[in-house]
T-cell receptor, first 111, second 111 residues
Framework: GENVEQHPSTLSVQEGDSAVIKCTYS??????FPWYKQELGKRPQLIID?????GEKKDQRIAVTLNKTAKHFSLHITETQPEDSAVYFC??????????FGAGTTVTVRA | NAGVTQTPKFQVLKTGQSMTLQCAQD?????MYWYRQDPGMGLRLIYY???????DKGEVPNGYNVSRLNKREFSLRLESAAPSQTSVYFC??????????FGQGTRLTVV
């Protein structure tokens, strides 16, 4: 099955700095790569996703890059704010129906 | 529009007791999922239902059973709860490699 590895497991950044989270996957057939944000005690919610026919996607302060050859994708958050503090999960599709999730990155933005 | 609703929010069971977690979605999604979330392990797939009438095992199915009652509802049953099943459980739904929507979670403790 798909194996998604996510690094780092924890990340502390100064407010205003950038944060980068990296994921690798094993199944070359994966074609959908979403990122979820989970605030404490809440449900995971999609923040951005990318498909295999696109190398980069940006939405305001958030961007995702995908390197299909190397089988890795990354989340970039610029100008971090306190409300960006949360757990972030990457995921990769398995076939048409399933997602395999990384173990998560706890991001803390220091004021 | 409620999205994905799961019940209960909290539950404490004694070892050996049984219970059913309920999940319903009102977005006309084809696929539904049950995940468990444990610290440092991300979201692990227990069972999924690609479409009404089908169910399949995920990564960690042992000790669980599911029923896709109709297109809207997907339940998870623990026949004989064990302390190792202490976790936060999330139901999710999607339509084939698009955004997955999660329920609010069930915090289950088995003593």
């Amino acid at each position: 099955g798909e194996n998604v590895e996510q690094h780092p497991s924890t990340l502390s950044v100064q407010e205003g700095d950038s944060a980068v989270i990296k994921c690798t996957y094993s199944d070359s057939a994966s074609n959908y790569f979403p990122w979820y944000k989970q605030e404490l005690g809440k449900r995971p919610q999609l923040i951005i996703d990318i498909r295999s026919n696109v190398g980069e996607k940006k939405d305001q302060r958030i961007a995702v890059t995908l390197n299909k050859t190397a089988k890795h994708f990354s989340l970039h958050i610029t100008e971090t704010q306190p409300e960006d503090s949360a757990v972030y999960f990457c995921a990769a599709s398995i076939g048409d129906y399933k997602l395999s999730f990384g173990a998560g990155t706890t991001v803390t933005v220091r004021a | 529009n409620a999205g994905v609703t799961q019940t209960p929010k909290f539950q404490v069971l004694k070892t050996g007791q049984s219970m059913t977690l309920q999940c319903a979605q009102d977005m006309n999604h084809n696929s539904m999922y049950w995940y468990r979330q444990d610290p440092g392990m991300g979201l692990r797939l227990i069972y999924y239902s690609a479409s009404e009438g089908t169910t399949d095992k995920g990564e960690v199915p042992n000790g669980y059973n599911v029923s896709r009652l109709n297109k809207r509802e997907f339940s998870l049953r623990l026949e004989s709860a064990a302390p190792s099943q202490t976790s936060v459980y999330f139901c999710a739904s999607t339509s084939w490699n698009t955004e997955a929507f999660f329920g609010q979670g069930t915090r289950l403790t088995v003593v």
